[in-house]
């Protein structure tokens, strides 16, 4: 059984930087690949960053543009963990932000940022940005 449990989430401030961790567990559980997808009350959810493991020294990183450049999420193998650093927190980042990963073969010029592209998921975490 996979298993990707989210935590950091909370109550911030404008402009906080608050960090999520997403920590993945399972038997027989691999992956090349990572994201953050968020969904605020109302509204669809929608994908925020992506992560795919590199052979070389830098993995491949997509955001969405709202969060481009306030961002930054990256791994840590030897804890089976996925980070996102959220810099620059606004109002509008208020949401329930999910972490994913996918199990299915990975293409090296390929960008996935679609929730069919992804094959788990996390409960969720929630973080509120007050103004």
């Known amino acids: 059984q996979v298993q990707l449990v989210e935590s950091g989430g909370r109550f911030v401030q404008a402009g906080d930087s608050p960090r999520l961790a997403c920590t993945a567990s399972?038997?027989?559980?691999?992956?090349?690949?990572a994201a953050w997808f968020r969904q605020a009350p109302g509204k669809e959810r929608e994908f925020v960053a992506t992560?795919?493991?590199?052979?070389?020294?830098?993995?491949?990183?997509y955001y969405t543009a709202s969060v481009k450049g306030r961002f930054t999420i990256s791994r840590d193998s030897a804890k089976n963990t996925v980070n996102l650093l959220m810099n620059s927190l606004k109002p509008e980042d208020t949401a329930v932000y999910f972490c994913a990963s996918r199990t299915r073969t990975t293409l090296t010029d390929m960008t996935y940022a679609s929730i069919l592209d992804y094959d788990y998921w996390g409960q969720g975490t929630q973080v509120t940005v007050s103004s």
């Open positions: 992560i795919k493991w590199s052979s070389g020294d830098t993995d491949y990183t």
């Open positions: 399972g038997r027989g559980f691999s992956t090349d690949i």
